[in-house]
């Protein structure tokens, strides 16, 4: 064993960015589910400050913070690198993962859950059209093959479409966003992705029920 | 010439650590101060998405983001390194860098601008605790000898105690966060901080004309 475990949730992107991190570097892990409703004592004590999954522990001790984690499997295991090797391609995936994380991930959430309000909606469409310029040019964030950023962009990817399938708000459609409607094309397409996400019945379900509560 | 500049404000503590990573490494840089009122063009093509400062031109390529531009010179220039070197305390000093530019900065500013109302203060007392205890048997984050994480907590270490004597609003004290005030004595006494903080009269200065606009 390589004295791997990941405290996490399966159905969380977060958590998903790191089982395909190890997947990438064939590193074996053992996921330990979390109940976020009861957290165990294991992720209490692991991750005192934020109490939050994913971490990461290797030989017992914690790694905690998703893109720190992604890092942190990169450099600790031997395998294909997850960041480019160049440094300044290093500096600007660096750039988009902190940018998706602090600025896509809310406003898309938001919008999601915005019953259709328009204003709730602006903020998702103007991080979501930046993404849509970088893409132009590009099969994925990582050029032609999937990398760190892509990782980083799971819930983009893949989540965005549930939960809008969920909650009949629909936000990122071909019209507005061309290139990300490529690129996620690409991406549910490919079986990296396919091999490192959820069910999709199963989130769907969750989402479905949820909307349902919050009178969708 | 190094081709380095750093498009900067030099009272800015993200800037300033900027220039700090540039002096570990001995790269020549030439600081292009921007006035925020009136930005330049430069600084806008540079960081068309966030249009901040710091941005670092390496041969004319931009990168932004201080936490980024920081692990950009480690990795592109000879010298010193900046983080560590094994993969886990690379990790756990990643962990706190964000923590401080996430949690720490929002908080400490927010209070210290409370005029006084102490559940203003609450979360800096907080976050503060957490670096208080995480100093408790070391005399830097880096260890014995300042690190990445040292450099990015220079609000802390500098800039807090200037903002507290223009508004009289006190938030660090020794009798709440004895390791953090003995890190910030050790800290200031320091010549790599005494070598790469702005005048300190200056600052004062700036933030007491503040304070006075906005009521203290």
Redesign the interface.
Known sequence: MSGVKLLGVSGSPFSRRIEWALKIKGVEYELIEEDLQNKSTLLLESNP?HKKIPVLL?NG?P???S???I??ID??FEGPSILPKD??D??IA??WA??IDDKCLPAAWKALWSKGEEKDKEEAYEVFK?LDNELKDKKFFGGDNIGFVDIVANFIGFWVGIVEEATGVVLVTSEIFPHLCEWRDEYLNCNQVKENMPHREMLLGYFKARAEAEGY
């Open positions: 400050i290797h001790k790694v905690v913070e893109l720190v984690i890092e942190y450099e600790a440094p300044y290093r500096a660096r750039f902190k940018f930046i």
